[in-house]
């Protein structure tokens, strides 16, 4: 991690410069740069229009990425567990798996109404299949040997759970994890641009109408960096904390 560090940010100074000085040959309407967007992320900032905005929609991606973690790792871990009961869910699961964002956001929203509960729902439904998979093939991985141990030494099911059983599913747990944010949070602007009043995903659909590109990247790179941050203080040091076990 520290030896990359230097590289990343070479990188993204890179990329910056490099946007920078595209903007400079552009027509600013449409590509504006680096420094515009940057001053309309501290403008929007400073009124408190972009954090409760950002708050809300993070409000919801928290909403929907629990919901999916727990539910979708409960049924993965079924699943992966009871042969009769993947063969009964299986075709289900992978309905969902091909069922476009866009579509069940539209067919949740018909049924059940334009509510802050259907919003989350959506979301979560739409990452449960893949949630469910992930954790399907850890639940069949898991070494026996380790299992018939524990039986040996009479060990009980909290201690089976806890000691044997999550230890082996974590590098699966963080790599649905992974995933699942990188998924819910595009989803959640989705959701929020076709039916909230409020969020991220709706102001981009306000300032689309006005035709505002510094307005949208403003919103899309303050939520980028926060979603980075995540990856970077929480997400990349716990995978590398649960891999010390095979280590």
Known sequence: MTNSLPTRIASTLGFLAFWQIGAMFSDNRLLPSFSAVAFEMWRLSADGTLPLHLGITLARVAAAFTLTLLLGGALGIAMGRWRQLDAALDSAVTLLLNMPALVLIVLIYVWFGLTEAAAIGAVALNKLPNTAVTLREGARALDPALMEMARSFRMSRLRVLRHVILPQLAP????????????????????????????????????????????????????????????????????RRVAKWRM
């Open 172 to 239: 699966y747990i963080v790599a649905a994890a992974r995933s699942g944010l990188a998924l819910i949070w595009k989803i959640v602007l989705v959701v929020e641009l076709l039916g909230r009043s409020n969020g991220v995903g709706f102001q981009i659909q306000i300032h689309f109408q006005l035709f505002d590109v510094t307005a949208i990247l403003a919103y899309a790179l303050a939520f980028v960096m926060v979603v980075q941050l995540i990856e970077w203080a929480a997400f990349q040091p716990l995978e």
